[in-house]
């Protein structure tokens, strides 16, 4: 069953993280982040340094939309324990919930999943890992408030993820990102735009209520914007089946308005990945199934 985009919203406002009793409490990512307006360079240092002298030295839960993993470097070492010999090892652990599996520490490339979460590229679950890694290395002794000052999203960071592990089936450990994947680090114009121009919409009316669509914004000269700053920075949103409300008018008109979720420095809370009510403003906006 694929989720909405308001149900994907929902998983990181509520990633489970252990506390010192190992038991796991519920912890918000919601700010906006971006690259290139408040990334915190020092935090993400810190923690990479720590990834690298350490490695993945704890056991990780990574809850996903299938189940709970268990990262557990125990196999890791296991498996190198039996690939010099030792073939009378036994690895004895906790059992495990009826959805859940166990995999060793080689599953994933830890280094691009962590450094993208501080980029605001994050997906919930490599969200959850680095919130679990900072808490057992000492990096913080409050998992919410070293979410709410390092961790966040921007704009493509959340739709590119819902795309790229909801509507793509992608699994945690495929961040979608680097090889022009439609992933969290897409450019939205020569990235989604260029992607899906020949799907655009050319009507507000044309708008199916029971499907998903990506807006992106444009510029005075209604082309899609790439990136920038001030008043023409680019944006992208994607919308919530299900959600027009009509707003009948004058003269037999039936305008209306659509749900969308987003990640947006003005949103309120601010920072948080939240939901509104977009009327068209302008009959060249870019609408995407």
Not at 32 to 46: D, G, H, I, M, V
Not at 65 to 78: E, I, S, W
Not at 96 to 107: A, E, F, P, Y
Not at 226 to 231: D, I, M, T, V
Request: with cysteine; charged share 25%; hydrophobic share 35%.
């Amino acid at each position: 069953m694929i989720i909405n985009p308001s149900d994907y919203k929902k998983r990181y406002e509520n990633i489970l993280v252990p506390d010192k009793h190992g038991e796991p409490v519920p912890v918000s990512v919601n700010r906006y982040r971006l690259k290139s307006y408040n990334y915190k360079e020092a935090a993400a240092k810190a923690f990479l340094d720590t990834l690298k002298e350490r490695g993945i030295d704890t056991e990780l839960r990574v809850d996903t939309a299938n189940g709970t993993t268990r990262v557990d470097p125990r196999l890791t070492q296991h498996a190198d324990e039996i690939k010099k010999g030792r073939r009378d090892l036994v690895l004895g652990g906790q059992g495990l919930g009826r959805n859940d599996i166990r995999v060793d520490t080689r599953v994933a490339d830890w280094n691009a999943l962590a450094r993208y979460v501080f980029a605001g590229k994050g997906s919930p679950e490599a969200c959850q890992i680095v919130l679990q890694l900072a808490f057992h290395w000492g990096l913080t002794e409050d998992a919410q408030d070293y979410a709410n000052t390092n961790l966040g999203l921007d704009c493509n960071g959340f739709v590119g993820n819902y795309l790229w592990h909801v509507r793509r089936n992608k699994p945690w450990t495929d961040i979608g990102v680097r090889n022009q994947d439609l992933g969290p680090d897409s450019p939205i114009r020569s990235g989604f735009h260029d992607r899906y121009q020949a799907r655009l919409l050319s009507r507000w009316e044309a708008m199916e209520n029971s499907k998903t669509y990506i807006m992106m914004r444009v510029g005075q000269d209604n082309l899609v914007i790439n990136q920038g700053s001030g008043e023409w920075t680019a944006h992208i949103v994607i919308t919530e089946p299900g959600g027009r409300q009509d707003r009948p008018g004058k003269g037999g008109a039936n305008p209306f308005a659509v749900k969308v979720v987003e990640s947006t420095a003005g949103s309120i809370p601010p920072g948080s990945v939240g939901e509104l009510l977009q009327l068209p403003v302008r009959q060249e906006q870019d609408l995407r199934h």
